[in-house]
């Protein structure tokens, strides 16, 4: 089964920081997490930055310089350190992965964790 579990989302006052986690059930060999998206309210989900097994990264226009994506492939876990945040920040950031599991392949997305900027 592929499993994805986000984590470190919460409330936070415009400027600060908080570093989001996603961790995958098996190994960077079966499950290659991709990146990060995220849905505000009555938005369609964007995508905020990505991330190849071999470290190159993509971002957003609008995170630029204030978002980094890293991965520890050991640990399969993708990282999205957020700095200088904005209320406009304010949404469910989910991470994205593509499974090459044979029994179950496909897209993958996580659950979801909450990130809201105000003050």
């Known amino acids: 089964q592929v499993q994805l579990v986000e984590s470190g989302g919460g409330l936070v006052q415009p400027g600060e920081s908080l570093r989001l986690s996603c961790a995958a059930s098996?190994?960077?060999?079966?499950?290659?997490?991709k990146g990060w998206y995220r849905q505000a309210p009555g938005k369609q989900r964007e995508l905020v930055a990505t991330?190849?097994?071999?470290?190159?990264?993509n971002y957003a226009d609008s995170v630029k310089g204030r978002f980094t994506i890293s991965r520890d492939n050991a640990k399969n876990t993708v990282y999205l350190q957020m700095n200088s945040l904005k209320p406009e920040d304010t949404a469910v950031y989910y991470c994205?992965?593509?499974?090459?599991?044979?029994?179950?392949?496909?897209?993958?997305w996580g659950q979801g964790t909450q990130v809201t900027v105000s003050s």
């Open positions: 098996r190994s960077i060999f079966t499950i290659n997490i």
């Open positions: 991330i190849t097994s071999g470290g190159s990264t």
């Open positions: 994205n992965a593509e499974s090459r599991s044979t029994r179950y392949p496909g897209d993958y």
